[in-house]
């Protein structure tokens, strides 16, 4: 099974999400950014590398959210996904052809891919509890 991370990028109040280039596997859908582990990888360092190479994007990695596991006609998926709290809002895109800031209940507005569909409707779900306001970067 194919291990990747995932961040919940968090900036003032708000959480990101990139949309996959079209042509690419699942090209169009819109996902929270990371990517995949490499051997000998801390889950971690996958997000900090992740984040640098496709987003030029630097901040805190927190505590894990959620696991979702997920199977594609492509193989099988472990997301592990993170709270990130971003140092700012730019982003330099690389691999994604789009971004978008937004409050969980705005998720639901976007086409995502399979794998984080349960992790956005948890986000939406427990909003109130204010974990999103609290991990933002001041």
Not at 47 to 76: C, I, M
Request: negative net charge.
């Amino acid at each position: 099974m194919l291990q990747v991370t995932a961040g919940l990028i968090v900036f003032a109040g708000r959480i990101l999400l990139a949309q996959r280039p079209q042509g690419k596997r699942l090209g169009g859908q819109w996902e929270f950014p990371g990517g995949k582990v490499e051997a000998g990888e801390a889950l971690t360092a996958c997000l900090r590398r992740e984040l640098q190479e496709e987003l030029e994007l630097s901040g805190t990695v927190g505590v894990k959210y959620a696991e979702s596991v997920y199977r594609y006609p492509f193989g099988d998926i472990c997301l592990h996904a993170y709270w990130f709290a971003s140092e700012n809002e730019n982003v330099t895109l690389h691999e994604h052809q789009a971004v978008v800031w937004l409050t969980p209940e705005e998720l639901s507005d976007y086409e995502l891919v399979a794998a984080d569909r349960e992790i956005a409707a948890r986000l939406k779900n427990n909003f109130m509890d204010n974990s999103l306001r609290r991990c933002s970067a001041k």
